[in-house]
């Protein structure tokens, strides 16, 4: 069970439970952990819905619910706001010193140093640790990059997702979504990977949809 005084642990900057045997719902607490960057739900036997709440985390920059029991709808993703600025000093990487002057490893995340504009950035590991390797002093993220939720009992539509215009990963497989595919999907021009199969998708494959996915 994930107990809801997870609320109470405000500086938590990453969280991975995966591949665990855990069988209690997502708590709403969650919500309420705005440094949070990345969660990691994943391979557990988890049930009821995706809370709401999870879609307006300021700085999470990547979700993982995939292989789960999971009901219900996608929750509704708020726009990253830019003029709020946030420093989200949670996900700074504390465990090296290295640090390199134009391009920050995060795991392939998006962000920026505040006088520079965000970009892809290259994913680098340290083979004999196997974790990235460098640490900034300050990052401010630019929304959700990496989305999976595969293999749930999710439905609905997709409609949720057009704010997530940062995505670079999306896999929303074996799933029961029963819409068409949005047009939206144009304006995530910096995916790399989408994994919609297995689901109950209708209509046809919008004409312009890759026009501008140079990176898909």
């Given at each position: 069970?994930?107990?809801?005084?997870?609320?109470?642990?405000?500086?938590?900057?990453?969280?991975n439970l995966g591949r665990n045997n855990l069988n209690s719902t997502i708590p709403d607490g969650f919500s309420?952990?705005?440094?949070?960057?990345l969660l990691d739900l994943s391979y557990n036997y988890l049930?009821?819905?995706?809370?709401?709440?999870?879609g307006s985390m300021s700085c999470l920059i990547e979700l993982d619910v995939g292989f789960n029991r999971l009901t219900g709808t996608i929750p509704n993703f708020l726009p990253f706001n830019y003029s709020d600025n946030r420093t989200c000093d949670s996900i700074?990487?504390?465990?090296?010193?290295?640090?390199?002057?134009?391009?920050?490893?995060?795991n392939n995340a998006f962000c920026e140093k505040k006088e520079n504009a965000p970009g892809i950035l290259p994913r680098k590991y340290d083979p004999l640790v196997n974790h990235i390797i460098y640490e900034v002093d300050t990052i401010n993220t630019t929304g959700i990059v990496k989305f999976s939720a595969d293999q749930n009992f999710l439905n609905g539509n997709l409609q949720n997702l057009r704010n997530l215009t940062t995505l670079i990963e999306l896999s929303l497989s074996n799933n029961m979504f029963t819409s068409t595919i949005p047009s939206f999907f144009r304006n995530m021009t910096?995916?790399?990977?989408?994994?919609?199969?297995s689901n109950m998708l209708v209509?046809?494959?919008p004409s312009d949809l890759f026009i501008d996915m140079v990176n898909l």
């Open positions: 069970t994930i107990p809801q005084s997870i609320s109470n642990c405000s500086n938590l900057g990453r969280l309420t952990l705005d440094r949070l960057g049930t009821g819905q995706i809370p709401n709440g999870v700074l990487l504390t465990d090296y010193k290295t640090q390199i002057e134009d391009c920050f490893d995060l910096r995916m790399n990977y989408t994994d919609l199969s209509g046809t494959i």
